[in-house]
């Protein structure tokens, strides 16, 4: 069974790096689709400036006519702080034994053992960790342990369970991050060819928000 990819993040807002990320991992490792799921309440970093309904709207109408891309709104909809445990434990109900891989980039594994209760992820799903030419690997530490006890180089082997290894696949960069959109947007420049044009356009509609 092709094993399904989530991708969470704050979409503050949604851009091509997140877009290209998300098909990158689904063609390099075999991704049925990917679930585009914004947090609520990200529990490592601040809150979004932007509201959850309107960062929601700009995720559906970027991927939409993609095949393989969905949005996937539970965390909006849960209380409180987003957990990617509580996440994954809620999709894995739903899922039974098809297998699931954690697309993280290589910036956010790095500090993978401040998740909240980090050592449950690798049971609910594979983690999947894009590497981005230039950015560091763990070499030291439980996160550079996780790696070297479950690391698998053959996507073949994803499919073989349905949680438990670590890939790490590398993917060109796009330097492209939401800070710089909204540092953009509140400068009142051009974030043309940075996000889809449906998202520029809603963009466009809102106010200007705060870096
Ligand atoms: P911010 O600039 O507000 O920190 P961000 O652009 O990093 O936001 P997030 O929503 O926090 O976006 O990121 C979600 C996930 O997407 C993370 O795993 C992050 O590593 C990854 N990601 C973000 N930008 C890129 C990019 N340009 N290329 C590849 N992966 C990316």
Not at 142 to 162: F, H, I, Q, W, Y
Not at 168 to 196: C, E, F, H, M, W
């Amino acid at each position: 069974m092709n094993p399904i990819g989530i991708l969470g993040g704050t979409f503050d807002p949604v851009h091509n790096g997140h877009l290209r990320l998300a098909i990158e991992m689904r063609e390099a490792l075999g991704l049925s689709s990917v679930k585009l799921i914004p947090a609520l309440y990200p529990p490592l970093r601040a809150a979004p400036g932007m509201d959850a309904s309107r960062r929601l709207r700009m995720l559906e109408a970027a991927i939409e006519g993609e095949n393989g891309l969905e949005v996937d709104a539970r965390e909006l909809q849960r209380e409180g702080l987003s957990y990617t445990v509580d996440t994954l434990r809620s999709l894995r109900e739903e899922l039974g034994n098809t297998p699931i891989c954690l697309i993280v980039g290589m910036d956010t594994f790095c500090h993978f053992d401040k998740w909240h209760q980090w050592k449950e992820l690798p049971k609910l799903a594979h983690i999947s960790v894009a590497h981005r030419p230039g950015s560091a690997r763990p070499e030291s530490g439980a996160v550079a342990d996780l790696m070297t006890s479950r690391g698998v180089n053959d996507p073949a082997k994803l499919r073989e369970r349905c949680a438990g290894h670590v890939i790490v696949q590398k993917i060109p960069a796009l330097d492209i991050s939401a800070t710089r959109i909204r540092a953009l947007l509140n400068a009142g420049k051009s974030i043309r060819y940075l996000v889809p044009d449906p998202v520029n356009e809603i963009l466009k509609r809102g106010e200007l928000h705060h870096a």
